[in-house]
């Protein structure tokens, strides 16, 4: 008989030699699958105990499919009516496509059709179809001008292995058979000798590498937990001979019940452990699984799935590369999705595995112990050392270790909680390192934004210097490496603060309608609270492009407050382009009797109200309005409503299509913006301008002539944390005066 195990691609090779290990005849690898011949019993045993197998297919025929007619003839010549048993159902699993036969589902219509007629003709009935749960499937492959139609033995895949329901879904999964796949390239078992094998997982998420490991050491076949089969339902199903090998599995898994075996796992994400501990109780394993650095010597094999591990999780992957490089020198092998593991570990793959995780390519990667390997070093102040992808790394956590000790020394004078620490002191190590210690929800939270390189700048050599920073900058200010946000500067298209709102998740939206209601102030998922100036605000390191409060403009809020207390009159103050509005909360805590927070943004307005609120300030007095600015600034010239204090931030650039212009551009809009906001003032009154482009220059010339005068505080605005980058931002004072001719 003609048997065929399908498998991933990359799979071939390792699918080939397991079969053989199952004394398995006439096994040939081809592209996605693997051939052999031999009796039906040799397919069972490949059913019941390959976990590298996705389906195991029989072989019936290879008929002539150039077009629909010759595949529906090819198919109705085989005699199912002697293949189908009777009663049961069926469904036609097609696969490929040629130059007539160009939609899968057609194939499948055909194919199912020559069944149903075969039959109907041979029994007088028609059998039944059933596409979610046949008992009987029929595989049609097609291959050029030819398809190849077989019987799935397996009927759902193999990788279904019975334990593997997802029971967490904040971790990320890894498929059985890719487990598998990872301790067959490790050579599990075989790399202990004559020690008892011991695993360490590196993030193993759902647990099915535990659980696979666990099976391959205690003799127990996978297809053990398995309830239906797609031999069922085949007329030549020979029970006796799947009884004998139930049999004989059982019996293996009884004498191998106390087999020694440990495993251990470390992975910090959150609920992990305990999703382990579940898949190996769903399987029916009781070994126990050590969390932690478990094993006093070192374990005989690692293994590590980074592929869960997306290209712009950066401190992700730093920390996990920093993990990996810890087990250098021990028999390891990962999943990843590039070569990042190899500059951590300080040399090359034994063997490499081309793969394909979801629609990514991916690569299982080998390790041996290995003398000659060699990693680079940084012995961090505490003596502690950390492997880095680049050598020069060293310099870097020298460098911030220093200035970290001194800006500490700073922020414990000024009574300052976040505040920057590093700001491109050394060139190549070009990044800005921000930290925020929280208030009432204690921790300690890392924001890292990288600077762009220049075109001369090798893109990996950057990216390498990138994550050496996210190895080291954690461990230099204590922070725990899951506490890391990563913020590459590239100019977006959007240009606007507000490019991630749309993507505002629905508990985001309940949080922010519970924050709405009286008395009420709820912080939401993933949020923290961090004091600055005797305020509590609320930062998220995760939901936006921003954390929430732009700490270069602790000095202009401050001032806020103060020029707030010395307005005499209304005491009404503006906040345009307002963000979180921390900017009002200055202003009402410097006794503001009134204020207005416009933004575009209503996510933006609901985390403003619950920052207002949070700090006591709530009420009728303080009002939230949603609109594009500049569109409002103009209309309000013509109402009646004047203010004391106005503070317009505005953005470098946005297009944000709900903008009635077209874009706004600072350098190319700001004098229109500023003569508007001029005729919001009431007399004598005063608004500050500001905006982050570096090369900004104010159209003076303009202004004057439109009555407006300009002051630049800009000096007198930046902390001292932002010294090293004076161009951080730029701010004006911006007052109204009489002028005898031109527009007022």
């Known amino acids: 008989m003609e048997f065929v195990a399908t498998c991933p691609k990359g799979f071939e090779r390792l699918l080939a030699d397991e079969l053989t290990r199952l004394h398995v005849p006439q096994v040939r690898p081809l592209s996605g699958q693997v051939s052999f011949g031999g009796e039906l019993a ?33 198919v109705s010549g085989i005699a199912w009516e002697r293949r189908l048993a009777p009663g049961a159902t069926f469904a036609i699993d097609a696969h490929g496509t040629n130059a007539q036969l160009r939609n899968t589902q057609f194939v499948a219509l055909r194919a ?81 000798g004559n020690e008892p094998p011991s695993l360490l997982a590196l993030w193993a998420g759902q647990g099915s590498v535990l659980v696979e490991a666990a099976q391959l050491a205690l003799d127990r076949a996978p297809g053990l937990l398995r309830a239906r089969w797609g031999f069922e339902g085949w007329a030549g199903h020979d029970a006796a001979a799947w009884q004998a090998l139930l049999d004989e599995a059982d019996a293996r898994a009884e004498s191998g019940e106390k087999n020694p075996c440990s495993l251990a796992v470390l992975d910090e994400r959150p609920g992990a452990v305990s999703a382990c501990r579940q898949a190996l109780r769903a399987a029916g394993i009781s070994l126990e699984l050590s969390s932690g650095q478990a094993f006093a010597v070192a374990p005989t ?89 680049v050598g020069p790394s060293d310099q870097f956590a020298r460098r911030l270790a220093k200035v970290a000790k001194l800006r500490a020394k700073w922020a414990r004078r000024e009574d300052v909680t976040c505040y920057r620490v590093y700001d491109a002191d050394l060139p190549d190590y070009a990044v800005a390192i921000e930290l925020f210690e929280g208030s009432e929800t204690p921790g300690r939270w890392l924001q890292i934004s990288e600077y762009a390189a220049p075109r001369g700048v090798d893109p990996e050599l950057a990216r390498r210097r990138l994550l050496d920073v996210l190895a080291i900058a954690p461990r230099v200010l204590d922070v725990a490496p899951g506490d890391v946000s990563v913020r590459v500067r590239t100019r977006s298209r959007g240009g606007s603060q507000y490019a991630d709102e749309g993507r505002t998740s629905e508990r985001g939206r309940r949080d922010a309608r519970a924050s709405r209601q009286p008395g009420r102030v709820e912080l939401p998922a993933g949020s923290h609270l961090v004091d600055e100036g005797g305020l509590t605000f609320e930062v998220n390191f995760d939901a936006r492009h921003d954390c929430g409060i732009f700490l270069d403009h602790r000095e202009t809020r401050a001032r806020i407050r103060e020029m707030m207390k010395r307005t005499k009159g209304s005491k009404r103050f503006l906040n345009l382009f307002a963000y979180t509005g921390t900017a009002t909360c200055y202003a009402a805590d410097g006794g503001a009797r009134h204020t207005t927070t416009v933004d ?26 949603q609109a594009d600015v500049l569109t409002w600034v103009s209309e309000q010239r013509h109402t009646k409503n004047r203010w004391d204090l106005i503070f317009c931030d505005v953005p470098t650039f946005s297009n944000s299509a709900r903008m009635r212009k077209t874009s706004f551009d600072v350098q190319r809009d700001h004098a229109e913006l500023i003569i508007g906001v001029s005729r919001l003032l009431v007399r004598g009154g005063c608004a500050i301008f500001s905006c982050n482009l570096r090369t900004f220059r104010p159209d003076v010339e303009k202004l004057e002539r439109a009555g407006v005068r300009l002051t630049d505080i800009t000096d007198e605005t930046i902390p001292e944390d932002f010294s090293r980058n004076r161009k951080i931002h730029h701010a004006y004072l911006v007052e109204r005066v009489a002028v005898k001719d031109g527009p007022r």
């Open 42 to 74: 040799d397919a069972y045993r490949a059913c019941l105990w390959s976990r590298l197998a996705s389906r195991v297919l029989l072989v019936l025929a290879r008929v002539d499919a150039h077009d629909s007619d010759a595949l529906y003839a090819g």
């Open 301 to 389: 094999l690692v293994v590590a799935d980074l592929s869960w591990i997306g290209p712009d999780a950066l401190a992700t992957e730093a920390a996990a590369l920093s993990r990996l490089a810890a087990h250098a020198g021990v028999p390891l092998v990962a999943l990843s999705r590039d070569a990042a593991p190899d500059a951590a570990l300080g040399c090359e793959p034994t063997e490499t595995l081309e793969v394909i995780v979801g629609r990514d390519a991916a690569s299982i990667r080998t390790y041996r112990p290995s003398e000659t390997a060699t990693r680079e070093m940084v012995e961090l102040p505490g003596g502690e050392r950390v492997p880095v992808l």
């Open 112 to 192: 199912k059709d020559a069944v149903v007629d075969r039959v109907a003709s041979a029994r007088g009935a028609r059998p039944i179809v059933d596409t979610v749960r046949p008992d009987l499937t029929i595989s049609a492959r097609l291959s050029g001008a030819r398809a190849t139609v077989s019987i799935d033995l397996a009927g759902e895949p193999l990788f279904r292995r019975g334990y593997d329901s997802r029971t967490d879904a904040r971790v990320a999964s890894l498929r059985p058979d890719y487990a598998a796949a990872l301790l067959a390239a490790g050579g599990w078992l075989r790399s202990a």
């Open 600 to 625: 575009l943004s209503r996510p933006s307005l609901d985390w403003a109200r619950r920052n207002m609120a949070r700090n006591g300030f709530s009420g009728r007095e303080h009002e939230f309005v």
